[in-house]
Every structure is written in structure tokens, then in C-alpha cells.
């Protein structure tokens, strides 16, 4: 392989004009020859700089709405050529192409015309063809030519051909191919996703996962793992859109842990009543609603102030200056909320490693999306569990029914347990949570561990009974036996909502009859793993 190349020309075709003028510039100041394409022709020529239009190069017109420009011989010629392979050379001489030493090409906006809502027609019409088909000819042909797919490397290769004397190095030329491959792979994962989508095709023959490096991460879960954070096509509100304002940066966990805490309190309608979720190792450990955002803090603090210490806070409105002064009492990790005052914002400065983000808005609950984890040799992928309770239709299965507030916080109840490691039990009472059992591998530990949360927490705050007296419960599956639900009416709850489905419903609902506890079924479960 060569080391170094002079470039002597250059093809430019980009969507995205930013920076393209100056990028121009800079090349023909180190004596390239531009050629181009449409409206980056156009462009370049009304910057009062020389460019050859590809037509020319090829000798046919851009036609078809320009489907089909680039996808000629001399184009491709000039990009795949090995420059020391005789019988290569002798081909361009005898058909006249001319070598291409540098490609820029960014491919047709396909994600962001699916992120705006666009029809099906205009979202096929922004597939690009003659781009990526440029991009990884160049890119295999990296020993000869270097591909740039992105305006943030123009300075980058503008520094090599002032370094080199107007060449490159394969070492960047090889860097710039790898970059080229997973652009081109992370936008046809995106078009193969979407027509998924659209094909209401739960499962592909294939399926590819693509997305663009947000920040190299300085360690995993574990120091000693590597780790790196990427924004994927869809453009959720939420931690991967938001505008950190302070703080230091964020690791692996507090990212992962900031997700589970906006999606969880996205749940609760800002319109409706201010909502806070504080979240310690991606599970809730204090949920609430209330009249404003420092009332549903104080609830939501209340409920395990021990692991709330270094924990995340989600909010569901716009962070204000009580909120602001509330959270910023014990230490605390990140704050994610819509947007903040000025005042607000002052108040978190004071915290210099505290991390405030602000999402510009909260993800839709019921809005389709896919998860992925991965598995040994694979992939497993589903839907978004996008089911929400306020659209299910709860069935009253015992003799007494829940009273309308016992209902009120059911649903409540039922929102937070959609959030919760399961196995999963969640006591509430006046919309927030007190107590939640989390991650067990049976139903009664939950039960019991929720319980004894709660007991604690009365201690804590010298209460005469934990809250779990008068509260309602509710579990993310069915409960197997009556032992779960005996544990959850022995610490006081009154009120049960559940999936139903066991073989042991009929003895479970007895046990609720037996004792007085109202119970509703769901038929939907919330397992989350």
C-alpha cells in the first residue's frame, strides 16, 4: 500500500451544505480540481470558485430528477482504479477516465425526513442510490483515495494536505474509510427499519441497528469495560437529545439510569399534575404526582430518601427555582427536565458536578419504537412496551370494588410498576410511591421487600405506621399464588390492580374477597427485564 496520495481532484455532492464553501476553498488552494454535482455545483460556482459539473465529466445530463447522475463509468472508473495496476491504467487511458483522489459526498437527509413526518413518497424519494454506491467504491479503494461523508472532517483532511504537502496518509485515508462503511451501513439500517415499519413486519429476515457517535464514554458499567454512547435515527426526547447545560460528563450508568428516569416519568401527563421520579441503578425509588414540582419531590423523597442520595431526577414540567433548591439539598447525579428557569439554572450552578439536562420535551409513552439487547451470538429486538394504562380497561374481579380514589392510585400505581425491574410490587398512597420491590426472582420477596421499605421510611420520617397502611399495590404480572397477595394486605393495602391470567386467579381473588381488598385486572403485564 501507498502512503502517501496527492490529490489533484476532487468530487463534491452533499446534502448538507455546512461548511462546504470554505471546505472548497481550502482545496483549491492546494491546486485540486473540483467537480460536482446540482445544487453543490451551483454553490461552489456562485462562490466565484472553478468547478467542472459532473455532466461534463460523464457526458450525459443529471436525469430522472436526478435518480441518476454519478452512476457512469467515469465516475466509478475514477474511484476504483488501483493507480499502480497497469491493466487499470490502460483501461482509463483507453476510455478517457480520469482519476478521482478525494470523494465528499453526505447522503440525502433519509432519517430526518422520516423524523418530520414525512409521507411515504417523499421519505422513498430521499433514499439516496448514486451516494452510498460513490462512498464505499472509494472507500474499498482507500489505498488510492480518501472519502469524506461528513462536514466535521473537512478541517481534518484541510490540516493532512497542508501537513503533506497535498497528499494524504493511509492512515488517515483508512480512517476515513471506516467512518465511510458506517455511515452507509447506519443509514440503510434506517431505511431497512422504517419499510419494517411500514410493512407492519415484526420480523425481518434481516435486521440492522445504526447510529452516529454522540461521545466516547471513559468506561462501562465497570472501569474496566470500554464503552461509547451513540444517538440512533429516531430522535426521542430524552437523554440522547438533550442539552446538558453543566456538569461533568456523563458515564455509561448515569446515561442508562437518566433514560429509565425521563421514560418513567414521561408517563405522567404534564398538563395534568407535576410529576417527579428519582431513579437509583435504573429502577424508581420514589415516585410521585403533586400540585407543583416541589410537592411531588418532597413525596417522592419520602418514599427512600436513603437510596434517593446519588441518585437521578426526572421531572415532567419545567424545573423552577423551589424544585431546584429541594433536589439540590442531598446529593444527586443528574436532573432531567423539559427545560429550567434562569433562576433554576443559578441554583444547580452552584452544584458544579451536578449534571442538568434539558430535553425540550418528554418521549410519548405510547409511541411505537424498538428496544435491543444483545445475547450470545444475537440480537433480541421487540417493540417498545407502549401500553398504557389509561387506555386499558380494567376489569373489577372481586366482590368489592375499588373506591375512586383507591382507582386513582392504582393507575398511579400501575404507570410506575411498567418501570420497575420485575418481578415488581409497588405500594402507593395520594399518588406517590411508599414502598417498591424490585428485580426479585419470586413475587413475595418483592412484596416483602416493598413492605419493609416502607417500614424504614416511616422510621425515618417518625411516623407512627408505615404508609403501606391504607395504600393500594400493584404487581407488574399476575401473582401465582395468594402468598404475594397476603404479604401486600398484611402490610395494609386495600386495593390490588394486576394482569390476571395465573391458573390461580380464582384462589387469588378469594383471598381478596376474604379479606375486603378490592381487586382490577389489567390483562396486560408490564414484565421488564
Not at 475514477?78 to 478517457?96: P, Q, T, V
Not at 440512533?232 to 447545560?245: D, K, L, N, S, Y
Not at 375486603?516 to 396486560?524: I, L, P, R, W, Y
Request: glycine fraction near 8%; aromatic fraction near 6%.
Amino acid at each position: 500500500m501507498t502512503e502517501l496520495r496527492r490529490v489533484t481532484r476532487a468530487l463534491l455532492s452533499v446534502s448538507d451544505k455546512t461548511g462546504l464553501i470554505e471546505f472548497a476553498r481550502g482545496l483549491a488552494g492546494h491546486g485540486v480540481e473540483l467537480v460536482s454535482t446540482g445544487g453543490t455545483a451551483k454553490a461552489i460556482k456562485d462562490a466565484g470558485l472553478p468547478v467542472i459539473d459532473v455532466s461534463e465529466l460523464t457526458g450525459f445530463p443529471e436525469m430522472m430528477d436526478g435518480r441518476v447522475k454519478t452512476l457512469h463509468p467515469k465516475v466509478h472508473g475514477g474511484l476504483l482504479a488501483i493507480r499502480d495496476n497497469k491493466e487499470h491504467a490502460a483501461a482509463m487511458a483507453a476510455h478517457g477516465i480520469r482519476p478521482i483522489d478525494l470523494l465528499v459526498v453526505n447522503l440525502y437527509p433519509f432519517e430526518a425526513t422520516v423524523a418530520k413526518g414525512a409521507t411515504y413518497d417523499d421519505c422513498v424519494e430521499n433514499i439516496d442510490i448514486g451516494g452510498p454506491a460513490m462512498i464505499r467504491a472509494a472507500a474499498k479503494n482507500h489505498d488510492d483515495v480518501a472519502v469524506v461523508v461528513e462536514p466535521e472532517d473537512y478541517a481534518i483532511l484541510l490540516a493532512e494536505l497542508s501537513a503533506q504537502g497535498g497528499a494524504t496518509t493511509l492512515a488517515l485515508r483508512k480512517k476515513l474509510a471506516a467512518k465511510a462503511y458506517a455511515r452507509t451501513a447506519s443509514y440503510d439500517a434506517a431505511i431497512s427499519n422504517w419499510f419494517a415499519k411500514e410493512l407492519d413486519d415484526p420480523a425481518p429476515s434481516f435486521r440492522a441497528f445504526g447510529g452516529k457517535l454522540a461521545e466516547a464514554l471513559r468506561y462501562g458499567e465497570n472501569p474496566h469495560q470500554s464503552a461509547a454512547f451513540y444517538r440512533a435515527p429516531e430522535m426521542r426526547p430524552g437523554v440522547a437529545t438533550a442539552r446538558q447545560v453543566q456538569g461533568k460528563q456523563l458515564s455509561y450508568n448515569n446515561i442508562n439510569d437518566t433514560d429509565a428516569a425521563y421514560e418513567c416519568v414521561a408517563e405522567f401527563d404534564p398538563k395534568r399534575t407535576a410529576a417527579v421520579v428519582i431513579i437509583k441503578h435504573a429502577n424508581p425509588c420514589g415516585v410521585a404526582e403533586g400540585g407543583n414540582l416541589v410537592e411531588a419531590y418532597a413525596k417522592a423523597l419520602a418514599c427512600d430518601s436513603t437510596s434517593a442520595f446519588g441518585g437521578i431526577v426526572a421531572l415532567n414540567r419545567t424545573l423552577d427555582a423551589e424544585a431546584a433548591r429541594a433536589i439540590t439539598e442531598i446529593f444527586t447525579e443528574v436532573i432531567i427536565a423539559p427545560d429550567a428557569t434562569d433562576e433554576a439554572i443559578g441554583i444547580v450552578a452552584g452544584k458544579k458536578n451536578l449534571r442538568l439536562l434539558l430535553a425540550g420535551g418528554l418521549p410519548d409513552p405510547r409511541a411505537y419504537g424498538l428496544t435491543v439487547k444483545s445475547v450470545a451470538g444475537g440480537l433480541l429486538v421487540q417493540s417498545r412496551d407502549n401500553a398504557t394504562v389509561d387506555e386499558m380497561q380494567l376489569r373489577t374481579v372481586t366482590k368489592r370494588a375499588p373506591t375512586a380514589a383507591e382507582l386513582d392510585d392504582l393507575r398511579f400505581a400501575f404507570r410506575v410498576a411498567k418501570h420497575v425491574k420485575s418481578n415488581t410490587i409497588v405500594y402507593t398512597r395520594d399518588r406517590a410511591t411508599v414502598g417498591i420491590g424490585a428485580g426479585q426472582m419470586s413475587r413475595i420477596d418483592a412484596a416483602r421487600i416493598a413492605a419493609r421499605k416502607a417500614e424504614d421510611a416511616a422510621k425515618e420520617l417518625k411516623l407512627a405506621a408505615p404508609l403501606t397502611k391504607g395504600s393500594v399495590v400493584a404487581s407488574d404480572a399476575f401473582f401465582p399464588f395468594a402468598d404475594g397477595l397476603l404479604v401486600a394486605i398484611e402490610a395494609g393495602a386495600t386495593a390490588v390492580i394486576q394482569p390476571g391470567g395465573s391458573v390461580k386467579d380464582n384462589e387469588v381473588i378469594k383471598a381478596a374477597d376474604d379479606h375486603g381488598v378490592a381487586m382490577v385486572f389489567t390483562g396486560t403485564r408490564h414484565f421488564r427485564h
